[in-house]
């Protein structure tokens, strides 16, 4: 199982990816997947704020607080999830 700090470099796809699940089949989701999809969005959502803020160079310690928190929290799920879909598939 990859590192926390494996996750954490590969946070944008990994949240894509959740992204691209849930346009590929919104119909068949479990709770489970809602509550990561809501990560990865809260996720995105921060990441965005804080790069438009850097662009302009407007970025506040809180812009780049809540996207690390998004962040973090986002991966964590996410680990969490994967790990019990493997766990369910073997």
């Keep these: 199982m990859p590192s926390f700090e ?3 470099e590969r946070a944008d796809e990994l ?10 089949s919104p119909a068949n989701l479990t709770p489970e997947f809602r ?5 990865a969005f809260l996720y ?10 850097r662009a302009f160079d407007i970025l506040s310690d809180n812009d780049e607080l809540k996207e690390r928190a998004a962040r973090s929290m986002f ?9 019990r879909q493997r766990a369910r598939f073997n």
């Design 44 to 53: 995105k959502t921060a990441r965005e704020r804080a790069e438009k803020h």
């Design 6 to 8: 494996t996750y954490l």
């Design 15 to 24: 949240a894509q990816d959740v992204i691209d699940a849930w346009n590929a």
């Design 75 to 83: 991966v964590g799920g996410y680990k969490v999830y994967s790990a």
């Design 35 to 39: 509550t990561l999809l809501h990560m």
